[in-house]
């Protein structure tokens, strides 16, 4: 059984390979992050029950957030030892090739 | 409620310790106050707060309440309802939920919202205020300002059109969406011309 920060860590690379994820995010008012004795992970938070994904999406003017949502479960959910999985988009991203 | 439950906790600890102050004071003799001159002197006013609450307790039961009295007891008790009622209820949501287990910030709903009506013609400023619901869905609020003598209909309907489209492209769902437009002199406002 992995602790939190390295389930963290895990987690953080599977989002961030993601594509359609800018970054992950600490959140605004209150950091979302999971601490432990090796350091911080910032836009995952460990709890006994669940994880939850606080990122920055990426525009894809054929891919509404859902769907990224939707991947990046179904993709985090296999390593997170039988945890729920939940998605916070904390803000998206509009790049130049969205031509906006 | 979280905000009214922290107020009154607050002003009941300055109480507290306003009270423990005049203990500490009372208890040691300090500046010339002494425990004893509180009962001798009444200085508390222990016996007008019995008397009074004699006076009243015997009007309850003769039934020979004054109408002020009545008036102010059943607001106390549908305060007090209300109040355990918005206790007993659930806290409002601080994300939109999108879907289960998928959440939007309301910052991010928001910023979508303003842009899509920053790209409207003819609006000149716009304010958003966007609130998670326990449903899925954001409940928008948006106040916008236009030149006097638009065709504020025509704005209106194009603004809802774009905003929804918008969101639904980004796949955020809005449960409510309400427009207010504003006539307004253009120098009143952020920018001019649209």
Request: zero cysteines; aromatic letters at 4%; proline letters at 4%.
């Amino acid at each position: 059984m992995t602790n939190d920060l390295e389930l963290a860590r895990i987690v953080s690379e599977e989002v961030l390979a993601t594509e359609g994820v800018y970054s992950l995010s600490s959140g605004k008012f209150v950091e979302a992050a999971t601490y432990g004795a090796g350091g911080t992970v910032r836009g995952v938070v460990v709890r006994p029950e669940e994880v939850e994904v606080h990122i920055v999406a990426r525009y894809q003017p054929d891919r509404a957030i859902p769907e990224l949502t939707n991947t990046l479960i179904e993709r985090v959910a296999p390593k997170t030892e039988g945890r729920k999985v939940a998605v916070v988009v904390e803000d998206i991203e509009v790049g130049d090739s969205a031509n906006l | 409620m979280r905000i009214f439950n922290r107020i009154v906790m607050a002003i009941i600890f300055l109480a507290l310790l306003a009270l423990g102050v005049f203990m500490v004071l009372y208890s040691f003799n300090l500046f010339g106050f002494k425990l004893s001159n509180l009962l001798n002197n009444n200085v508390l006013g222990l016996q007008t707060i019995q008397n009074g609450l004699k006076n009243f307790v015997n009007n309850v039961q003769n039934a020979n309440l004054m109408p002020l009295a009545i008036a102010i007891m059943v607001a106390v008790a549908v305060v007090g309802l209300i109040l355990l009622i918005l206790e007993f209820k659930p806290p409002r949501p601080k994300k939109v939920r999108m879907q289960q287990g998928t959440y939007i910030t309301r910052d991010a709903v928001e910023d979508e919202v303003l842009s899509a009506t920053n790209e409207t013609p003819h609006i000149l400023d716009s304010s958003a205020r966007v609130k998670a619901r326990r449903s899925p869905g954001a409940s928008v609020n948006l106040q916008a300002n236009v030149r006097r003598g638009e065709d504020v209909g025509a704005v209106r309907s194009d603004l809802r059109e774009r905003i929804q489209q918008r969101l639904s492209q980004r796949g955020v769902p809005v449960s409510k969406l309400k427009v207010k437009l504003h006539e307004t002199d253009p120098r009143q406002t952020q920018s001019r011309v649209r």
